[in-house]
């Protein structure tokens, strides 16, 4: 549901949708379709997720809700006659990334790998000719997100198999950024010896 919302596909979502699919599901980083559709510009599927009952005010792991991505007035105006309130708590600029998901469904599965710390998954999907370096709608990598976990393991590994320890996502993080706003003292330390 989250690729196909951020990719404005709303044939998928009206699928997934009948199909099932909870419109308030969240990815590893906590982002609904709503986040992803509103950061991608997508109206149709906006309103579309909204209409059929998405929660407007959903937080993601840096506390921002959708309308903090909106930048076009017309989704700005929507998203707040239903209701929706910017957070609170200022999140971290969102920079959309340019071009939209470089990810297969075997990268996807790597990301999952990553965040649930699964390196035996991880060997077999460098088997499979993986692409270490591949990142999601936000411009996260596994590296982000095993750092971001507190995955020590899966760091070492995707480090090891050429992760780019430099690679920024769309708020300007990098893995070790990440490392330290969740508080994985384990990882900080690794990674900050690794770039020595």
Same mark, same amino acid.
């Given at each position: ?72 007035? $017309? @989704? ?20 959309? @990334? ?11 599965? /790597? ?16 088997? /499979? ?8 709608? $936000? ?26 320890? /430099? ?8 893995? /070790?950024? $990440? ?18």
């Amino acid at each position: 549901m989250c690729t196909a919302a951020s990719s404005g596909d709303l044939e998928t979502v009206h699928r997934l949708h009948i199909q099932g699919l909870d419109l308030n599901c969240s990815d590893y980083d906590r982002r609904t379709a709503l986040h992803l559709a509103v950061a991608g510009s997508h109206l149709d599927v906006i309103k579309y997720l909204v209409e059929n009952g998405a929660n407007v005010n959903p937080e993601d792991r840096w506390n921002a809700k959708p309308l903090d991505d909106a930048i076009e007035t $017309d @989704i700005i105006e929507f998203l707040i006659s239903k209701g929706a309130v910017r957070s609170e708590q200022q999140p971290m600029p969102y920079t959309p @990334i340019v071009s939209s998901s470089n990810a297969s469904d075997d990268q996807d599965r /790597l990301f999952w790998a990553a965040y649930f710390n699964h390196i035996l998954f991880m060997q077999t999907l460098y088997i /499979l000719n993986w692409k270490v370096n591949t990142y999601d709608y $936000d411009g996260r990598t596994a590296l982000s997100i095993a750092a971001s976990e507190g995955h020590i393991d899966a760091v070492k590994y995707l480090v090891t198999h050429g992760a780019n320890i /430099l690679h920024l996502d769309c708020r300007g993080n990098t893995a /070790l950024d $990440d490392a330290r706003r969740e508080g994985h003292k384990d990882v900080v330390d690794w990674l900050e010896n690794f770039l020595c």
